[in-house]
């Protein structure tokens, strides 16, 4: 009974998958924001310059990310067993070859060669976002991508240039941009919280250094709330006092 009662919502989604979420027809479940006070990104990175490409452009919508790919793929696969199991054996076929058809199409538009792993994202333009991450990592759950491949990621998330403990250094020249946050992690609650720059949990002294150790010379953004003119200058001169390899906190006095 709970199934029979849960199926019309199953075929819902994959109906709204199938007529709403491909925005520009390129075989890909993708977002894109429809006012300019939306957000830009919608994905678990959804930080105003989240996705982007190697030369540090920012993706242009509708963007298709690579693991939103892997969750289409395996709804696809487990709702065909469910309509098998209730007697829609015409449904359950189509449902497999609609997964076969995106594996198929998703390894040949995300592989990147010569990065050993999936690309980040397709922008707009069908361009891929060349860009090593870890969203590829969600993807190994699925089983959508070809083993060989799969073992790429792993071997490239848990090797010593993504996996050493020092994103930064890790990173590298490969940084072409800086967003900064701070948080406070409540440990009792389990819980973290986001902070003014400065008064949360982030060593930023250390993280300035590491930025010169590897050469950094770009710019800095930083996503804040909303405020008034004392406020955004406020933060405007924490973000100074990171750039100076200080502790980005404002004085007393101030």
């Not at 060669?113 to 969203?135: I, M, W």
């Amino acid at each position: 009974p709970t199934l029979e009662a849960l199926w019309p919502h199953v075929r819902a989604a994959l109906d709204w998958m199938d007529r709403f979420g491909d925005r520009n027809g390129d075989g890909f479940i993708d977002y894109g924001r429809r006012v300019q006070s939306g957000l830009r990104n919608q994905g678990w990175k959804d930080s105003e310059d989240a996705v982007f490409h190697a030369d540090g452009r920012l993706a242009s919508a509708p963007i298709a990310l690579c693991e939103v790919q892997g969750y289409c793929f395996l709804a696809y696969r487990e709702a065909a067993l469910l309509a098998f199991d209730l007697g829609e054996k015409a449904l359950s076929s189509e449902l497999e070859e609609k997964a076969d058809r995106l594996a198929a199409r998703f390894e040949a538009t995300f592989w990147c060669e010569e990065l050993g792993t999936y690309a980040l994202a397709l922008d707009g333009d069908g361009e891929p976002c060349r860009v090593r991450s870890s969203n590829a990592g969600q993807l190994l759950f699925t089983g959508m991508v070809r083993p060989e491949r799969a073992a790429r990621v792993v071997q490239g998330l848990f090797g010593a240039e993504f996996f050493s403990g020092w994103g930064i250094r890790t990173l590298g020249s490969r940084i072409v941009k800086i967003h900064l946050k701070d948080f406070h992690l409540d440990r009792s609650k389990g819980q973290f919280f986001w902070r003014n720059i400065g008064e949360g949990d982030i060593d930023w002294i250390q993280v300035r250094k590491a930025l010169g150790e590897i050469g950094y010379s770009g710019y800095v953004t930083t996503e804040i709330n909303g405020g008034g003119g004392a406020y955004l200058k406020d933060v405007a001169a924490r973000v100074d006092r990171f750039i100076a390899g200080e502790k980005p906190v404002t004085p007393p006095s101030q």
